[in-house]
């Protein structure tokens, strides 16, 4: 796929010097048009095509450096407005960068032109290089296109804890091209932005409140509402647990081998996986001080003669 690309850029290349050296005269041309002047008229001629180029670079040069401080004045105006609006730093960089390639690409078309040069071969130059290495780069465009989706949508930041492309971690750096996690075991995952700005993300650091979910069994024959009636002590002297909303504590299903019952609780999200382990812990130390079996999937057996 990129040889065709080459091929291509490369017929762009000799069409555009093509152009370029029709619009100018062969040295043959210059000697056949000079026969027949003077010298005076050589002279004069000469002088006045120096001064016309003297004149052309200097403005040029001009319109490069005034140029280059407006880039650099529009620069200053678009990092105050970003402080303003407290734009993140990655994004930031990003547009600031964008702004001054294509600022400072435009101002050298411009220079180019006043020196009297052909811009359009230029032009066509510089987007069949774009086209070329663009088809070459399909994919790693697509995560760059990727990236400043992420950056600028902000489904995640640095230091959520998301869920996506089947990986779980939390985000420990968002580039151009990839997003990279940390694993709860202390790995680095990187994962293509192309994937991370059109899949689903489950971002676990979103919200300052989540919902805890436990399903406690208790045997047959065991008293429901002594069991209901623990759960409700623990969770309240728990000061984790929010008030607002309440917790829930109901009986879920009757099961096999067990009388299983759903239990809910709000927490503040980086409170999370604290309480859902003590919780655990305390329910496995606390039913069989109060007569509470936690039952294990089993078999009665009835044998007859």
């Known amino acids: 796929m990129i040889f065709p690309n080459i091929i291509y850029l490369l017929q762009n290349v000799a069409e555009a010097a093509d152009t370029t050296a029709k619009k100018y005269p062969t040295l043959k ?24 180029a003297i004149f052309h670079i200097l403005l040029a040069t001009i319109i490069f450096y005034i140029g280059r401080w407006l880039i650099r004045r529009a620069d200053f105006i678009i990092n105050k407005i970003f402080d303003h609006r407290d734009v993140d730093a990655s994004l930031r960089s990003f547009l600031l960068s964008m702004f001054n ?14 020196l009297g040069v ?5 032009i066509a130059l510089f987007a069949s290089a774009g086209l070329a290495v663009g088809m070459a780069l399909s994919g790693t465009l697509q995560n760059f296109a990727g990236g400043v989706l992420v950056l600028l949508l902000k489904p995640y930041r640095v230091g959520d804890f998301i869920e996506a492309q089947g990986q779980t971690g939390t985000v420990k750096a968002i ?22 700005s059109t899949g689903i993300i489950n971002n676990y650091s979103k919200e300052d409140k989540r919902r805890v979910d436990w399903t406690f069994s208790i045997a047959y024959g065991d008293d429901y509402d002594t069991a209901k009636k623990v759960l409700a002590e623990m969770l309240e002297k728990d000061s984790r647990v929010l008030k607002d909303p309440e917790y829930f504590i109901a009986l879920g299903a009757l099961a096999d081998s067990s009388v299983n019952i759903t239990v809910r609780a709000w927490v503040s999200s980086t409170d999370y996986w604290g309480l859902f382990f003590d919780m655990n812990e305390r329910v496995y130390k606390e039913f069989p001080k109060h007569s509470l079996n936690i039952p294990f999937p089993q078999m009665d057996i009835h044998m007859s003669n």
Do not use: C, R, W
């Open 118 to 122: 052909d811009t359009s071969s230029f």
């Open 101 to 114: 390639a294509v600022a400072t690409f435009l101002l050298l078309i411009i220079v180019i032109g006043f």
């Open 175 to 196: 580039t151009l091209f990839s997003t990279v996690l940390a694993t709860v075991d202390n790995k680095n995952i990187i994962l293509p932005n192309g994937g991370m």
């Open 29 to 52: 041309e210059l000697v056949e048009s000079v026969k027949g002047l003077s010298t005076e008229q050589i002279i004069t001629s000469v002088i006045h095509g120096l001064m016309s």
